[in-house]
């Protein structure tokens, strides 16, 4: 055999190789059409529908938060509203020399740091166990006098609420200056009360406020609450306010810039802008025409989804979106994105052929060295 000869067979061998191993090389998964196959598999259940306008519409679900009437419907309470955890300064004079409370030659008695306890109650000599919570101090002030009076004529008597444990407000969270607030005549609604506590850290565009009031717990987007005055609520003592960023999430597989979990930067986010901040497509590995969302999908939607009727439970659903076209670009502005979905960019079928040739070339190039090294 010539040496020409010899050397096409070395060529040959090496292109031979390459391809055979081509079979085993790794892969970032399905190509577009091993899931369009896959998908009218009968035996599979698995639903392949291709994104338009109507479908993006349709498969449309809006998550809107809002605070329940309870907390919406409630009026602001004065800030000098008693509360059990509040402490109190109480002075009471008399109009006789010597007094019921007073000692000789004095005409006001200071009780001073009155606790309120748990059940709402104080108690003052004389008068026993007052009801102190739900009042103002100038209320308090009557049922004092109404219950001296009949012991000590005609006496006087002053009520100061002291700032204590009652009304007070938790603002924890991405704030600046997390910790324990009373409630005051300028924070008695929400807003006001994350301005006190130094404001918001997380971006607005994910940004959500959480208020937790007694069993009751309501949630609204930061944006809404700066926006919307109704979301604006009147705070109650012992409040929780919790603020936090979003936690939806779908997860960037595939041909992509980036595999993993992916927060989301807005409140909706379209199947084009996931793809964005997933880094895009792979333009090296990457097929365009085979985009898929995959998700379980409602059986309500999903039937609207395929014209049927008949299903029921949740549906595995495998959105393909064709980027190539331009009605594709556009349904993929409309797709909107869901918490837990999964976006998988296919690679296309020249990227494995691209391997195959890395591998052969570097065959022929080792073959040629060692022929080298021979002569």
């Known amino acids: 055999m010539g040496l020409k000869a010899k050397a096409a067979a070395r060529l040959a061998g090496a292109l031979l190789i390459g391809a055979l191993a081509g079979c085993t090389l ?44 309870s907390m919406t419907g409630a009026g602001t309470v004065s800030p000098d509203t008693i509360a059990a955890g509040d402490r109190l300064a109480v002075t009471v004079w008399e109009n ?3 007094g019921l409370l007073a000692g000789v030659g004095q005409k006001n008695t200071p009780l001073a740091d009155l606790q309120v306890d748990q ?32 012991q000590t004529p005609d006496p006087q008597i002053e009520v100061r609420r002291v700032a204590g444990d009652g009304s007070t407000v938790a603002v924890m969270g991405e704030v600046a200056e997390p ?10 609604r929400l807003s006001a ?23 009751t717990t309501g949630r609204v987007w930061l944006q809404d609450l700066y926006d919307n005055p109704v979301e604006d609520v009147a705070l109650r003592p012992n409040d929780r306010v919790i603020v936090e960023t979003d936690r939806r999430a779908f997860t960037a597989l595939g041909a992509s810039g980036r595999q993993s979990r992916v927060n989301f930067t807005q409140r909706d986010m379209s199947a084009i802008e996931a793809i964005a901040a ?26 609207r989804v395929l014209g049927r009727g008949d299903l029921v439970g949740a549906q595995r659903m495998a959105y393909l979106i064709d980027l190539t076209k331009p009605e594709g670009l556009f349904a993929a502005r409309d797709f909107v994105v869901r918490d837990g979905d999964t976006i998988y960019m296919t690679e296309a079928p020249f990227a494995a052929w691209s391997r195959v040739l890395a591998v052969a070339v570097t065959a022929v190039n080792f073959t040629a060295s060692v022929d080298n090294l021979a002569n």
């Open 179 to 188: 910790g324990v607030y009373p409630i005051e005549a300028p924070t008695r």
């Open 96 to 98: 006789v020399n010597t």
């Open 193 to 215: 009360m994350l301005a006190r506590a130094g404001g918001a850290k997380v971006p607005i565009e994910v940004g959500q406020v959480k208020l937790e009031r007694g069993g």
């Open 26 to 69: 790794p892969r970032s998964g399905p190509t577009a059409s091993d899931l369009e196959r896959r998908g009218s598999d009968p035996t599979f259940s698995m639903q392949t529908v291709n994104v338009t306008p109507t479908i993006a519409a349709i498969t449309r679900v809006d998550t809107p938060l809002g605070f329940p009437s």
């Open 278 to 303: 997933a880094g895009g497509l792979d333009g090296r590995a990457a097929d365009p025409t085979g985009v898929f969302i995959f998700r379980e999908e409602r059986s309500d939607i999903a039937n």
């Open 119 to 150: 059940a709402g109650d104080i108690y003052v000599p004389y008068a026993g166990r007052i009801r102190a919570g739900g009042l103002t101090p100038d209320q308090l002030r009557d049922r004092l006098v109404a219950s001296l009076e009949q």
